[in-house]
């Protein structure tokens, strides 16, 4: 009984457990949805306003089960956000082929709406694998902020300095910059894939990206007028 008073002082003095910034990601899925609305018609799925509609319903139902629910841990929405990124990276792969299919078989009159399709499905590349990586490294964001973190899917150059010396978690900036690398580089730049999964991801940015700039933007340029 004499311990009563001392575990309740302790829990009402005990530090909050940290949250995931989600403010970052939601800015970045804006973006790649403001693209998606620079497209060229003929790059676009349906009518124009239908891919943001399903992301603006998937993203008010997270939000709504997050405010709702109240899940201390938040996994329950993770899954609302992996079907976010994958809405987004099946909608590109389509503009993509679109694209692809335009350059092959249209009548291209001018390269200027060629080049700014291949612009914009190039840069929403970079958004939807960063929000891959984001959410699938290490067991995603809550696992990092909350130390409770698998075996790590990438080697950040920070994870080789000392523990003594530095307390480092990646953030949403930091694997939006490992896509943007691997966009431009086709390959890993200063983080390392550690696991199949990741260098899977690597691996099909590349390839997107490889296409985009390596075929469809140069040809684009080629046929300027």
């Known amino acids: 009984m004499g311990d009563a008073p001392a575990s309740v002082e302790t829990a009402k003095t005990a530090a909050p457990l940290p949250r995931v910034k989600h403010w970052p990601p939601a800015f970045a899925i804006l973006a790649a949805l403001g693209l998606y609305l620079l497209l060229p018609n003929e790059l676009a799925i349906g009518p124009r306003w239908l891919v943001p509609a399903i992301e603006g319903a998937l993203i008010v ?15 329950d ?20 082929g679109l694209l692809v299919d335009d350059l092959l078989y249209g009548n291209v009159a001018k390269g ?13 590349n970079i958004i939807v694998y960063g929000l891959w990586f ?29 523990a003594s010396s530095i307390v480092w978690t990646p953030e ?8 943007l690398t691997n966009a431009a580089a086709f390959s890993p ?8 999964t990741a260098k899977a991801l690597m691996s099909a940015e ?18 300027l007028r």
Do not use: K
């Open 61 to 75: 139902l997270l939000y709504t089960v997050r405010a709702y629910r109240r899940s201390r841990e938040e996994s």
């Open 77 to 96: 929405v993770r899954e609302f956000v992996i079907a976010v990124i994958a809405v987004l990276n099946v909608v590109n792969m389509v503009s993509i």
């Open 172 to 179: 949403f900036f930091d694997y939006l910059y490992v896509a």
């Open 189 to 196: 730049t200063d983080t390392m894939p550690l696991t199949r």
């Open 134 to 162: 984001w959410q699938l490294d290490r067991g995603g964001p809550l696992a990092r902020v909350r130390g409770r973190e698998r075996n790590p899917d990438f080697q950040f150059p920070q994870m080789l300095t000392p």
């Open 112 to 124: 200027r709406p060629l080049l700014y399709g291949a612009m914009s499905v190039w840069l929403t």
């Open 206 to 223: 590349s390839l997107v990206s490889i296409v985009t700039v390596g075929i469809v933007a140069s040809r684009a340029v080629n046929i």
